[in-house]
């Protein structure tokens, strides 16, 4: 089935979705380094506290935008069904539309 200019709209938002979430992982090696920093910097748990959230914020908020993306032919959640999920899949996982690649 051919893909419409609305569901090629669609997929090329969940592609950028995509692109940001992985660049997402590049904070998870920053969580040891700012834990350590800031108790070397404060004697207090509050600033490890807010650099925490900030650090998981920066991490889960793409991730998660990115993984309710929903697929523009059907509907549904584009990497997830009920009980199953890929987020790095290429395929729609309930009508099979498949998310180009990019050159």
Known sequence: MKVTDAEADALS?????RRVARRSL???PAVPLV???????FDSPEPKL???AIVAALFLAPSMIHAMS????CHNLF???AFWGNPFGTRCRHCGL?????T
């Open 50 to 52: 807010i650099g925490g």
């Open 79 to 81: 990497y997830y069904t």
């Open 98 to 102: 498949e998310l180009p690649r990019t």
């Open 35 to 41: 834990f350590f920093l800031l108790d070397v910097a």
């Open 13 to 17: 938002r969940i592609r950028r979705r």
């Open 26 to 28: 590049w904070f998870l």
């Open 70 to 73: 929903a697929c523009p032919r």
